[in-house]
C-alpha cells in the first residue's frame, strides 16, 4: 500500500518550453500533496504544498507564475515548470498525505522526475 | 525558524557493525518523527516512523525518540552494504503540514 507514482520519470526539454509533472496517489486519497526540488549533494527543498480543490502555497523565493501547480482530485497532483531555463535542471518529487490522518502525517514519496533543460 | 540537524557524515562502519545515526530538532510542538533512506539518484523511502517517547523496533532498525531533549535516532543493527545511503531526519508539526528535513547523514557500511 502507500504508492506513489510520478510522470514522467525523466524529461529533456528545450530552453523556453513547458514541462509538467503529474503526480498519483495510487492506492490511497491525498488530500495533501508536496512538491519537493533536489539538487545534486544537496537536500530536499520544499517548493509548495499542494491541497485539493484549492490554490497551492508556495514556499519563499518560489515562483508560483513559473511553476504552476494544479490539484485537481485527491489522487492527482500536477506541476508545470513554465518557460523552463536550465537552471530549472533538476530532481523534482512529490510527496502524499493520505486523507484522515489526524496526527501521525506520515507522507510517502514518488520516485521522482529528473529534468534537464538544455 | 524551525530546524532539524543532523550530522552529515559520513558515518562509516564495517558489515554486522551497528549504525547510530542521530538528529535534534528545534520546534517543541513537533508530533511526528521520521528516517527516511535514500540512494543516490533515488527518492526518499520511509523506514520508520515514531510519535511517542521511546524505543520503536522494526527489524534490525529501532528509532529513539526523546522530547524533553527534542533529539531522535536511528539504529541499523547488523549493518550491510546495501544499507550505504543517506539517511534523512524528517519532522512535522501537524497532520496535513510539509515535513522538515535535516540534510542528512550518508552511512557508508563496508564489506
Known amino acids: 500500500g502507500a504508492v506513489v507514482s510520478q510522470h514522467p520519470s525523466w524529461v529533456i526539454c528545450k530552453s523556453g518550453t513547458s514541462v509538467k509533472i503529474e503526480c498519483r496517489s495510487l492506492?490511497?486519497?491525498?488530500?495533501?500533496m508536496f512538491w519537493y526540488r533536489q539538487f545534486p549533494k544537496q537536500s530536499l527543498m520544499l517548493m509548495a504544498t499542494s491541497n485539493e480543490g484549492s490554490k497551492a502555497t508556495y514556499e519563499q523565493g518560489v515562483e508560483k507564475d513559473k511553476f504552476l501547480i494544479n490539484h485537481a482530485s485527491l489522487t492527482l497532483s500536477t506541476l508545470t515548470v513554465t518557460s523552463a531555463h536550465p537552471e530549472d535542471s533538476s530532481f523534482y518529487i512529490c510527496s502524499a498525505s493520505p486523507t484522515g490522518q489526524k496526527i501521525y502525517n506520515e507522507q510517502f514519496f514518488g520516485p521522482g522526475t529528473r529534468l534537464t533543460v538544455l | 525558524q524551525k530546524e532539524v540537524e543532523q550530522n552529515s557524515g559520513p558515518l562509516s562502519v564495517p558489515e554486522g557493525a551497528i549504525a547510530s545515526l542521530n538528529c535534534t530538532y528545534s520546534?517543541?510542538?513537533?508530533?511526528?518523527f521520521f528516517w527516511y533512506r535514500q540512494y543516490s539518484g533515488k527518492s526518499p523511502e520511509l523506514i520508520m516512523s515514531i510519535y511517542s517517547n521511546g524505543d520503536k523496533e522494526d527489524g534490525r532498525f529501532t528509532a529513539q525518540l526523546n522530547k524533553a531533549s527534542q533529539y531522535v535516532s536511528l539504529l541499523i543493527r547488523d549493518s550491510q552494504p546495501s544499507d550505504s545511503a543517506t539517511y534523512l531526519c524528517a519532522v512535522t508539526l501537524q497532520a496535513g503540514t510539509a515535513l522538515i528535513f535535516g540534510k542528512g547523514t550518508t552511512l557508508s557500511v563496508s564489506s
Open positions: 520546534d517543541r510542538g513537533s508530533q511526528s
Open positions: 492506492d490511497f486519497q491525498a488530500t495533501t
